[in-house]
C-alpha cells in the first residue's frame, strides 16, 4: 500500500463510510445532509443525532490538507478569517500561509474582521449550552479549499487557550467545532503534512486502551479486538513515514499488551525498523492492503464511534476507516469466549457474508451396476485358500445404491471419470470387507497398528496408505519417494519388451502375466524430484501415485512400471501438500505461493487456481462428493472452495496457528481441522460454524482421521501420541440455529475430557499419518526419533 497519509483526506474529505472501508451506517439512522455530510475522518454526530457533547474535553479537528482553490466568495468570510487569526495568534506561519493561498486572501485582510465573545451563542443551541462548553461536532462538507466549512470556536469559559469565537450564520448552526487548548493544535499542522504527528501515535493508542478497558465488560471483549490491528498499522505507518524512534518507541510500550497467538507475528512485526524492510515483506504488504476483518455488535461499534468522534481521535479513526472491515451485527455482544474462539488468523475473522453461499455437501449417489457378489464372494475366498462357509447373496451391488441425499450435488454438477471394470471389482470387495467392518464406539475402540520408520536419516517427509490398506509410500528430504508393500504380495514391474515374448500364457488374468516375477521385492525407490517431497497420495485404483516436492513439480507415478509418468509444473516455489480426488482423475496442489491448483491427469495446465490465502497453503483435502477443496493455510484459516466454479464458498477462522491437518467426515457434513496450536477444531460445512473444539494435544496435529463410518476421530501429534475421540457425541444436538449462523454468538461445550475416548503414546515417534483400513482398524505412521 502506498503511504497510508497519501490522500489528503483527514476531516473534510466526504466520502460515505461503506467507501471507506467500514460498514455504511445502520438504516435506521439518517445520513448526514449534503450541506453537512460525514467526512471520512469523524462521521458527523449531530447528523446521526447522537449526543457528542463533551464539554470542554473535546480535542480540535484537524482541517484537512488544501485543496482546490475555491473562490472567497463561497466561503463564509467571517469564519475564515477567525481560523486564520487564530492561527496567527498560535503562531502556526505555515499552516496559516497555506490557507491564506489556497482561500486567495491577503495578508491585510486579516484584521478586517473582530470577533465579539457574545458571538457564542450562535454555537448550535442556546446561550447556556455555549456557555457550559458544549457544541455540535458536525463537519462541513470539505468541499472548496479544504476547505474551513468546519467553524473552528472555542468555548466561552474561563479555561487557558481560549483564542477567540467564530459567529456561525444561520443555517450552519451544525457545523460548529470545538477547538480548546494550545498543545493539541500540532494535531492540525500534521493534517497538511498529510500524516499524523508522529509523537502522539502513542497518546492515541494509550487514549483509546484506557477508554476499551473502563468500558462496561459487555463491550470490553468486543471493543478489545481493536488493539491488535490498530497496534500493527500503527506502527507500520510510523515506520513507512520514516520516524524510527518512535516507532521502536511504540512497539516497546505496546506489543506486549497484544494476544499471545499473534507473538509470531509481532517478531516479524519486530524486525521491520526501515521503510526499505517493509518493500520485500510479503506478509506485511497483505497486512497492509487487505481489510483486517473484525465483528462487532451495533452498541459497541456506536460507543466506539461516538469515543473516537467526541475526542476527535482522526488518526484512529481513519485507520479504522481504511485497513479494518468492521462486520456489524445486531443483538448482544459477544462475550470474550465466544470471541477467542474465532479470532486468530491473520485478517481477522471471515466476513459473515462469506460463509452464507449453498453447499451441497450431501453424497453422490453409488453408480448402479450388475456385478453378482455371490460370484465375486467365491473368488476372494479361493485366492485365500478357504472354504466358503457362508451362503453366498443374491442381490447385485446396484441394489444397496441408497436414495439420492438431498444435500447432495447433482450427479453430473462435475464430469467423473466413468468406472471400470477394475473399480468395480475394486467396489465389491470394499462392500464385502465393509460387511466384515467392526462397528467402533465408546465401548468398542479401534486396535492401532503403528508402522515406524526406523533409520530414517533421510528424513521423512510425508507418508500416505493405500484404501485398500496393501501399499505405504514415504516422501523424504533427500528427494526420494519410497513405497512398501505392507501384504505378503510383493511388488512388481512389467516385464521389459524382451520378455514379453516369454508371457505366461497359462495365466487368465492379463496384469498377472506381463509382471516380471524377477523385480518382485518389498520396496521400490523412485527417483525424479529434486528437493525434498513433502506431500505423497495413492490414487482410489491404486495403479498411480502424485508426489510434490521443493522443487516446485507434482509427479504422477504408474505403479505398474513403478516410473515417473509426468511432472507437472505450475507452482513457482515449494508444494507443500497434494491430493487425489476420491473419484481419481483430478487431484489438488497447495504450495508456497499461497494458491491451490486443481489439477486433471490428462491435462499439463491446472484446471483452476484457488487464490485467497494470505500466506502458504499447507495442507489439502478433497471433500467426499468431489465437488469441492479444503485448503488449510498458515495464515491460519481454513477455506473451502467450490470445484466447478472455482469461488470461495467457506472461510473458517479460529485456530491460533497455521493449518497441518484436514478431514472430512463420511457424511460429507462435518470437517475437523488440526494446527500448530495442539487444537483439533470441528465445523458445520452446511452452516458454516464451528460446533467443537477438541483440547489434548501438546504439539502440533499432522494427522486426522474419521474411522469409515464416522464414530472415532482419531488425531496424530508432533507430542508422540495418538489420541481417539468421540465423534458422535461430539456432533449430536448442535446449536445451529438462525440467530447462530447470523450472529456467530458459538457455545462451544468444555467437553474435550469427556470426548477423549483413549490416549496412546509412542516411545519416541511423532505420529504424521493416520489411516482407518475398510475393517476399522487405525493404522498409524511416523519416523522414529532418537532426540
Not at 77 to 104: C, K
Not at 512 to 532: F, N, Q, V, W
Amino acid at each position: 500500500m502506498a503511504a497510508l497519509h497519501e490522500e489528503p483526506a483527514e476531516v473534510a474529505a466526504a466520502q460515505p463510510d461503506s467507501e471507506a472501508g467500514t460498514p455504511p451506517p445502520p438504516p435506521a439512522v439518517p445520513p448526514a445532509p449534503a450541506a453537512a455530510a460525514a467526512p471520512a475522518a469523524a462521521p458527523a454526530a449531530a447528523a446521526e443525532g447522537e449526543a457528542a457533547g463533551g464539554g470542554g474535553d473535546a480535542a480540535p479537528a484537524k482541517p484537512a490538507a488544501p485543496g482546490p482553490a475555491a473562490s472567497p466568495a463561497a466561503l463564509d468570510r467571517q469564519t475564515l478569517v477567525a481560523v486564520l487569526q487564530f492561527l496567527r495568534r498560535s503562531n502556526l506561519r505555515e499552516s496559516e500561509e497555506i490557507l491564506r493561498r489556497e482561500a486567495r486572501l491577503l495578508g491585510d485582510d486579516l484584521g478586517a474582521a473582530a470577533l465579539s465573545p457574545s458571538s457564542a451563542g450562535l454555537l448550535g443551541g442556546s446561550g447556556s449550552e455555549a456557555d457550559s462548553g458544549e457544541a455540535l461536532l458536525g463537519r462541513g462538507t470539505g468541499a472548496a479549499a479544504g476547505a474551513i466549512g468546519a467553524s473552528v470556536a472555542t468555548a466561552a469559559t474561563s479555561s487557558p487557550g481560549v483564542a477567540a469565537v467564530a459567529a456561525v450564520p444561520a443555517g450552519k448552526v451544525g457545523s460548529a467545532v470545538v477547538v480548546e487548548d494550545q498543545p493539541d493544535v500540532s494535531a492540525v499542522l500534521s493534517a497538511y503534512n498529510q500524516q499524523g504527528d508522529p509523537t502522539l501515535y502513542e497518546e492515541y493508542y494509550s487514549g483509546l486502551k484506557h477508554f476499551i478497558e473502563c468500558s462496561l465488560d459487555c463491550h470490553r471483549a468486543e471493543l478489545s479486538q481493536l488493539f491488535y490491528p490498530l497496534f500493527v498499522h500503527m506502527y507500520l505507518e510510523l515506520v513507512y513515514n520514516q520516524h524510527e524512534s518512535e516507532a521502536k518507541s511504540f512497539f516497546e510500550r505496546f506489543h506486549g499488551d497484544q494476544e499471545c497467538y499473534y507473538q509470531d507475528d509481532l517478531r516479524v512485526l519486530s524486525s521491520l525498523t526501515k521503510k526499505e524492510h517493509m518493500k520485500g515483506n510479503e506478509t506485511m504488504l497483505d497486512f497492509r492492503t487487505s481489510k483486517f476483518v473484525l465483528r462487532i455488535s451495533r452498541d459497541s461499534y456506536q460507543l466506539l464511534k461516538r469515543h473516537l468522534q467526541e475526542k476527535q481521535n482522526n488518526q484512529i479513526w481513519n485507520i479504522v476507516q481504511e485497513h479494518l472491515y468492521i462486520d456489524i451485527f445486531d443483538g448482544m455482544p459477544r462475550s470474550k469466549q465466544q470471541i477467542d474462539a474465532m479470532v486468530g488468523s491473520l485478517a481477522g475473522e471471515a466476513k459473515r457474508e462469506a460463509n452464507k453461499a449453498k453447499v451441497f455437501f450431501g453424497l453422490l449417489k453409488e453408480p448402479e451396476f450388475d456385478v453378482p457378489l455371490d460370484d465375486e464372494d467365491e473368488e476372494g475366498e479361493n485366492e485365500e485358500g478357504k472354504p466358503k462357509k457362508k451362503k453366498p447373496k443374491k442381490d447385485n451391488v446396484g441394489s444397496k445404491s441408497k436414495k439420492q441425499d438431498p444435500n447432495a450435488p447433482p450427479q453430473n454438477r462435475i464430469p467423473l471419470p466413468e468406472l471400470k471394470d477394475s473399480d468395480k471389482l475394486d467396489k465389491v470387495m470394499n462392500m464385502k470387507e465393509a460387511a466384515r467392518r467392526v462397528r467402533l464406539g465408546p465401548e468398542c475402540l479401534p486396535s492401532i497398528c503403528f508402522y515406524t520408520f526406523l533409520n530414517a536419516y533421510q528424513g521423512l517427509t510425508a507418508v500416505d496408505i493405500t484404501d485398500d490398506s496393501s501399499m505405504i509410500v514415504g516422501g523424504f528430504a533427500d528427494s526420494t519417494v519410497r513405497v512398501w508393500s505392507v501384504t505378503p504380495k510383493k511388488l512388481r514391474s512389467v516385464k521389459t519388451a524382451a520378455d514379453l515374448s516369454l508371457i505366461d500364457k497359462e495365466s487368465d488374468d492379463v496384469l498377472e502375466r506381463i509382471m516380471d516375477e524377477k523385480t518382485a521385492s518389498e520396496l521400490k525407490i523412485l527417483y525424479g524430484h529434486s528437493g525434498p517431497v513433502y506431500g505423497t497420495s495413492f490414487s482410489p485404483d491404486r495403479n498411480y501415485l502424485l508426489s510434490c516436492s521443493e522443487d516446485g513439480t507434482v509427479r504422477l507415478w504408474s505403479l505398474q512400471t513403478f516410473t515417473c509418468l509426468v511432472g507437472y509444473k505450475g507452482h513457482n516455489y515449494p508444494v507443500w501438500d497434494t491430493q487425489f480426488s476420491p473419484y481419481g482423475y483430478y487431484f489438488v496442489s497447495g504450495g508456497h505461493d499461497r494458491v491451490a491448483r486443481l489439477w486433471a491427469t490428462d491435462h499439463y495446465q491446472p484446471l483452476r487456481i484457488f487464490a485467497g490465502h494470505l500466506a502458504d497453503v499447507t495442507c489439502t483435502r478433497f471433500h467426499p462428493n468431489s465437488n469441492y477443496i479444503a485448503t488449510g493455510s498458515a495464515d491460519r484459516t481454513i477455506r473451502l472452495w467450490d470445484v466447478l466454479n472455482g469461488n470461495c464458498v467457506r472461510i473458517f477462522t479460529g485456530h491460533k496457528g497455521p493449518i497441518h491437518s484436514l478431514a472430512f467426515s463420511p457424511n460429507g457434513r462435518f470437517l475437523a481441522t488440526g494446527a500448530t496450536d495442539g487444537r483439533v477444531l470441528l465445523w458445520d460445512i452446511g452452516h458454516g460454524l464451528m460446533v467443537g473444539e477438541l483440547k489434548g494435544h501438546t504439539d502440533t496435529i499432522y494427522a486426522l482421521r474419521f474411522s469409515r463410518d464416522g464414530e472415532i476421530l482419531a488425531s496424530g501429534s508432533m507430542d508422540n501420541t495418538v489420541r481417539l475421540w468421540d465423534a458422535v457425541k461430539a456432533f449430536e444436538d448442535l446449536e445451529t440455529d438462525d440467530f447462530t449462523t447470523a450472529t456467530g454468538h458459538i457455545n462451544l461445550p468444555e467437553n474435550s475430557q469427556d470426548l477423549l475416548l483413549g490416549t496412546y503414546m509412542t516411545k519416541s515417534t511423532p505420529v504424521v499419518h493416520l489411516h482407518f483400513t475398510r475393517r476399522n482398524l487405525l493404522l498409524a505412521a511416523g519416523a522414529y526419533s532418537s532426540q
